[in-house]
């Protein structure tokens, strides 16, 4: 596994003459301000607002624990911007707990839904729900949070031999499912929506292609992959993006509550950063489209190692703060973002915490090279055993 590697010349540190210079306040997306919202301040990049999108989440209208309304509440507080509501379109146990609730309005006599047919074409009577219930709920609420809403929906089939994908940006949910899973994606795109491959590595013994997504693929039909669900990373999912130009996205998943999964373990929720002019859906579409975006999951940060770099450098600082009788320099590098960076030095570690200035000591002569062990941008090795992400796998407490 590769991690970003960044040579900060020493010419460069010349330019820089303040120890803890803070960005213009037009520069910092300080998003919406509540002092419980798990705010990610983020530096502008390139012209680039960063937002976070959570493009995985669950309902009670599938097999999730949550209303909409609760859904969006619980993504403000989390910081999130923007978030898609993605049931499931052929798994919805929650369908019948609605009827076993309400069946003695009805008499007793509700027709069984056929809410089951996961891994099944349904049956002759085709889906007998109202799928765009959900996301519509959500978007009524999300205005009221200032959460955008993306109308979504996760086609879920068997995982090894189909897989499971987000539709996102659909507009009618109701017309996307057919016995095909490709046909549902062809619809879903006759839509203007973009799939996304969710968790491909989950239930399955290995990351390549079936023979479904072989196909699916070459056709054009994937947009983008979920490289972390929840805190499932698939490294090998980093090059198959860049190789086949898919944006790269992390999403919580969410069936449970996301404090269950995130804040009562001490970590920021699975997220997407997405790099776009506004925050709409509109504009996230287009970020999407183009590729500008990052995966977010416990304090790692995954993607395209040019967006890694140019997010690094408009987060850090660095300058000369003295220079001795030998030449040697003392060098502040301070982190004007929500993002702890974990950088390496030769042999040495250096936490930059957030908001924090560190200081460290330059012979003369020597340039400053870093391993940021918490960006990731390749996969030429496996995670080892002494990163991070290696402890996060082995957890089985997954925000599901
Ligand atoms: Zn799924
Ligand atoms: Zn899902």
Not at 22 to 28: G, R, S
Not at 136 to 143: H, M, P, V
Not at 239 to 266: Q, V
Request: hydrophobic share 40%; with cysteine.
């Amino acid at each position: 596994m590769k991690r970003i590697f960044v040579l900060l010349a020493l010419a460069s540190f010349a330019l820089a003459n303040a120890v803890a210079q803070k960005l213009p306040a037009d520069k910092i997306n300080l998003g919406k301000r509540s002092k419980q919202r798990a705010e990610m301040i983020l530096p502008q990049v390139n012209g680039y607002n960063i937002y976070r999108a959570d493009l995985h989440t669950h309902t009670i209208y599938s097999d999730g624990y949550l209303a909409p309304r609760a859904r969006v509440e619980e993504a403000y507080y989390d910081g999130m911007d923007i978030i898609a509501i993605t049931d499931h379109l052929e798994y919805r146990p929650n369908e019948q707990r609605f009827l076993d609730a309400t069946c003695g309005y009805h008499k007793g006599k509700v027709e069984a839904a056929n809410h089951l047919i996961h891994r099944e074409p349904a049956d002759k009577r085709g889906i007998l729900t109202d799928l765009n219930i959900a996301w519509r709920e959500a978007e009524k609420y999300g205005k009221r949070f200032g959460v955008k809403i993306i109308p979504g929906v996760e086609i879920s089939r068997h995982p090894d031999s189909v897989g499971h994908y987000n539709a996102l940006f659909v507009k009618d949910v109701n017309k996307i499912y057919h016995p095909d899973a490709e046909q549902s994606f062809r619809r879903a795109k006759q839509q203007g929506a973009l799939i996304m491959h969710n968790h491909p590595v989950w239930r399955r013994k290995t990351s390549e292609k079936n023979e479904f997504q072989q196909r699916v693929y070459a056709a054009g039909l994937i947009d983008g992959v979920e490289v972390v669900n929840g805190y499932q990373f698939a490294p090998k999912m980093i090059k198959r993006c860049l190789d086949e130009n898919l944006f790269m996205a992390g999403g919580t998943d969410a069936h449970g509550t996301t404090a269950a999964g995130y804040a009562s373990r001490g970590y920021l929720r699975t997220c997407t950063l997405v790099f776009a002019k506004e925050c709409s859906v509109e504009a996230v579409k287009e970020a999407l489209t183009e590729r500008r975006t990052l995966a977010y999951s416990a304090g790692n940060i995954i993607g395209d190692q040019t967006l890694l770099k140019e997010l690094f450098k408009a987060s850090v600082r660095v300058s000369i703060v003295a220079t001795s009788s030998k030449g040697d320099r003392t060098v502040a590098i301070t982190n004007l973002s929500s993002v702890p960076y974990e950088l390496r030095r030769g042999k040495s570690i250096i936490t930059l915490g957030t908001f924090q200035t560190t200081t460290i000591t330059v012979a003369p002569e020597k340039n400053i090279a870093f391993s940021i062990m918490n960006m990731w941008c390749s996969t030429e090795k496996s995670p080892h055993g002494t990163h991070p992400y290696y402890k996060i796998m082995m957890d089985e407490l997954a925000a599901q």
